[in-house]
């Protein structure tokens, strides 16, 4: 095994490690000269903070809930649009840094090799998903514009934010062989999403939602599947990171399946929560991330089921 292989990863036969083919047009000295020896151990040994600002999370959701129960929602348009607008870019930037490099290795190496090898975590490759890996603190803001908001969390908005939190800050430390797999996929997903939810946010809403939708659920099928996969056969991975990764993707596949059920076939689209002259309800765009239902405030009452906010409007506010 290289020497370079984390001491707290599983071990890979060492013809699959440090073998670097991933593609960049252009590289920064600060991506190229990234390793992850830099940050791996360190965010390992710092575990417990995870945990702990999960719990705190957690705590906050449902404190933060009872705490504006008695009081007037904010108005934070103006801030949904700013938000969304960062993570839009950020999301694009990790896109651009990780999918070029997963299709490289899967146009270079076998199936098996993509999902054991670890050498992405070094160079340019490397410092975006840690970038990727380091998004889902911030991201737990979200859950703060649905509560300040006054928007009903349920269970799948919390539930993602805190076990996506402490996975990939997990799998991160131990150097999970399929973590670009994941990162790759995930950055996706989150560049069109939330492009969908800023453009909607200034009143433009695309009209795509649906695929949106549907190629969140495919993500869910490929994690399940990478993880089975490794814990059955390949055993590239600690199996602590493979059997939880099982448990989370399995669970989101179920919850996501569900809701695309009762959102798109049982209603046809059309959420049945609408008052008789409410605006459209906005589509469910799945990210495992936030769905939400919004708390009557007026005789109209809406159904939220965004990953960051809640973008649409009740009848007496103007589009964002």
Same mark, same amino acid.
């Given at each position: 095994?290289? #020497? $370079?292989t984390s001491s707290i990863s599983s071990p890979l036969p060492s013809s699959m490690v440090n073998v670097n083919v991933d593609w960049h047009p252009f590289e920064f000295s600060f991506e190229r000269e990234f390793r992850w020896e830099q940050w791996g151990p360190s /965010?390992?040994?710092? *575990?417990? %903070? %995870?945990? %702990?600002i999960s719990l705190f999370y957690v705590a906050a959701v449902f404190g933060g809930q009872r @705490?504006? +129960? !008695?009081?007037? %929602? *904010?108005?934070l348009s103006g801030a949904l649009i700013y938000w969304n607008g960062f993570l839009t870019v950020l999301s694009w930037i990790m896109a651009l840094r990780l999918v070029p490099a997963m299709i490289a290795r899967i146009r270079h190496w076998s199936f098996e090799k993509t999902i054991c090898d670890q050498s992405f975590s070094d160079g340019t490759t490397g410092f975006w998903v840690l970038i990727f890996t380091a998004s889902k603190v911030p991201e737990l803001i979200d859950t703060a514009f649905l509560v300040l908001r006054k928007r009903t969390v349920i269970l799948l908005h919390w539930?993602?934010? @805190? +076990?996506? /939190?402490?996975?990939n800050w997990y799998a991160y430390s131990v150097r999970m062989p399929a973590g670009l797999w994941f990162s790759a996929m995930n950055s996706f997903v989150h560049a069109f999403m939330y492009l969908y939810y800023f453009? #909607?946010?200034?009143? !433009?809403?695309p009209s795509w939602n649906i695929f949106l939708t549907l190629t969140q659920i495919a993500q869910m099928v490929v994690g399940s599947y990478l993880t089975a996969r490794d814990l059955l056969s390949e055993h590239c991975a600690p199996l602590s990171s493979t059997y939880t990764g099982v448990i989370m993707y399995f669970s989101y596949f179920l919850l996501f399946v569900h809701l695309f059920y009762e959102m798109y076939i !049982? $209603?046809?689209?059309?959420? +049945?929560?609408?008052?008789?002259k409410s605006k459209p309800a906005p589509p469910v765009i799945i990210d495992a991330s936030s769905? #939400?239902?919004p708390t009557p405030t007026t005789t109209t009452t809406t159904t939220c089921t965004n990953d960051t906010t809640c973008n649409n409007n009740d009848t007496t506010k103007k589009d964002l």
């Amino acid at each position: 095994m290289d #020497t $370079t292989t984390s001491s707290i990863s599983s071990p890979l036969p060492s013809s699959m490690v440090n073998v670097n083919v991933d593609w960049h047009p252009f590289e920064f000295s600060f991506e190229r000269e990234f390793r992850w020896e830099q940050w791996g151990p360190s /965010l390992y040994i710092a *575990f417990p %903070a %995870a945990v %702990a600002i999960s719990l705190f999370y957690v705590a906050a959701v449902f404190g933060g809930q009872r @705490f504006m +129960s !008695k009081r007037k %929602a *904010f108005d934070l348009s103006g801030a949904l649009i700013y938000w969304n607008g960062f993570l839009t870019v950020l999301s694009w930037i990790m896109a651009l840094r990780l999918v070029p490099a997963m299709i490289a290795r899967i146009r270079h190496w076998s199936f098996e090799k993509t999902i054991c090898d670890q050498s992405f975590s070094d160079g340019t490759t490397g410092f975006w998903v840690l970038i990727f890996t380091a998004s889902k603190v911030p991201e737990l803001i979200d859950t703060a514009f649905l509560v300040l908001r006054k928007r009903t969390v349920i269970l799948l908005h919390w539930y993602h934010h @805190f +076990s996506v /939190l402490l996975y990939n800050w997990y799998a991160y430390s131990v150097r999970m062989p399929a973590g670009l797999w994941f990162s790759a996929m995930n950055s996706f997903v989150h560049a069109f999403m939330y492009l969908y939810y800023f453009q #909607t946010a200034r009143g !433009k809403k695309p009209s795509w939602n649906i695929f949106l939708t549907l190629t969140q659920i495919a993500q869910m099928v490929v994690g399940s599947y990478l993880t089975a996969r490794d814990l059955l056969s390949e055993h590239c991975a600690p199996l602590s990171s493979t059997y939880t990764g099982v448990i989370m993707y399995f669970s989101y596949f179920l919850l996501f399946v569900h809701l695309f059920y009762e959102m798109y076939i !049982k $209603t046809g689209g059309k959420s +049945s929560r609408r008052g008789p002259k409410s605006k459209p309800a906005p589509p469910v765009i799945i990210d495992a991330s936030s769905i #939400t239902t919004p708390t009557p405030t007026t005789t109209t009452t809406t159904t939220c089921t965004n990953d960051t906010t809640c973008n649409n409007n009740d009848t007496t506010k103007k589009d964002l």
